[in-house]
């Protein structure tokens, strides 16, 4: 591999990040299905909450004018889906206006192939054709059939979540519906883009070989820092836990302590600068005790020099310090997290686990910390 290849090409491009942000219908995969899009549409609709009617309603009805130039009153209505025809038809979503007389037809699509007999939808309401409008509504732009052309339109999806957009202040709707919408909003958005080759994925075909290549330094630097982390564990004589590049635990398993050094690498991996942090951290019954251990130890010079980190479940960070390494002290990561280990954190741990255990045995961490770090 030509690493000097290698880096001018990542100097020298910009690399686009394409983030999707994911609804509450991505989180039970049912985001591709109609019956379910369908059901939402027609909640917003028909929502008593007149903000959240109104939002999705006149973002349509502004899509029909322009598209049809025919204008619709809705006041006194009513929203239904799978409405059943005489032909045994079942139209997605109808909207009714009993003031009026108008009426919007919605056959709803994601992915299915179009077989439904549009006509019959049409005919199924013997209304004049001035009060009616029959909506294809689909991801992407969709042919009309040639026997309902002029009767039916065709909108996509992301034509109208664009218009719902255009008048969605979130500070204007409920806590909820902030959500709902969002995330509505979101699933659309990411049904629409899925098909489409965005700028990420361009540039990784534009790119190829150079990109495989910086795929393999990234496994080969996640092997490294997973081979120090296994150093590390085997010199302080301690086990190692965890899946994650960017934190392991190390702890006494053999004696069932539940005070332990966690070592936090994110910025190192995520490449947002070169250091890492090192933690004491008490979990379970340790973390029970822990007003009792600060009292206890808060004039200890390695308690002063340190910051205390989350409380969170089980577990509580109880000291912390973080450091900054050069690109070559990297190259020598599992010796300086070592010495750190010793010279900044041997001496409270191993008061605090005799303090918490002093039936436990743990000389041998003391003396593999001490004498052989």
Not at 258 to 265: A, G, K, V
Not at 339 to 368: C, G, H, M
């Amino acid at each position: 591999m030509n690493l000097k290849s290698l880096e001018d090409f990542l100097i020298n491009k910009t690399i686009p990040i394409v983030k999707n942000k994911i609804g509450f219908l991505e989180i039970i995969r049912k985001q591709h299905y109609e019956n379910i899009n369908s059901n939402l549409y027609a909640h917003f609709l028909s929502s008593e909450i007149t903000e959240v009617r109104s939002l999705f309603l006149e973002a349509l009805l502004l899509l029909i004018i322009e598209k049809t130039g025919k204008h619709f009153s809705f006041i006194n209505d009513r929203v239904s889906t799978e409405v059943a025809t005489t032909s045994n038809g079942r139209i997605d979503i109808v909207l009714e206006d009993y003031h009026y007389g108008n009426v919007i037809l919605i056959e709803n699509k994601i992915y299915h192939y179009l077989h439904n007999d549009l006509l019959d939808y049409w005919n199924h309401y013997k209304i004049d054709a001035s009060k009616k409008v029959g909506v294809l509504l689909t991801l992407y732009e969709h042919e009309i059939p040639e026997n309902v052309k002029g009767n039916f339109i065709n909108i996509t999806h992301i034509e109208w979540i664009n218009k719902v957009k255009e008048n969605f202040y979130p500070e204007s709707f409920t806590d909820n519906y902030k959500i709902y919408i969002s995330d509505f909003i979101n699933t659309i958005e990411n049904l629409t883009r899925i098909n489409t080759m965005n700028e990420s994925a361009r540039f990784y075909f534009e790119n190829t070989s150079q990109v495989i290549k910086a795929n393999e330094t990234l496994n080969e630097a996640h092997l490294f820092l997973n081979n120090q982390f296994q150093l590390i564990a085997n010199k302080i004589g301690w086990q190692s836990y965890g899946n994650e590049v960017t934190w392991r635990n190390f702890w006494d398993e053999d004696n069932h302590i539940d005070t332990y050094f966690t070592l936090i690498t994110k910025d190192l991996v995520e490449g947002n600068n070169l250091s890492f942090m090192l933690i004491l951290e008490l979990n379970r019954k340790d973390k029970d005790r822990e007003e009792e251990i600060k009292e206890r130890f808060k004039t200890h010079s390695q308690f002063l020099d340190k910051k205390r980190g989350e409380s969170k479940g089980t577990y509580v960070h109880f000291l912390c310090k973080e450091y900054t390494l050069t690109i070559d002290e990297l190259t020598h990561f599992s010796d300086i997290v070592l010495d750190k280990i010793k010279n900044d954190f041997a001496d409270i741990t191993i008061d605090v686990i005799r303090y918490l255990y002093p039936q436990k045995d743990i000389s041998a961490f003391e003396n593999q910390v001490l004498n052989k770090i």
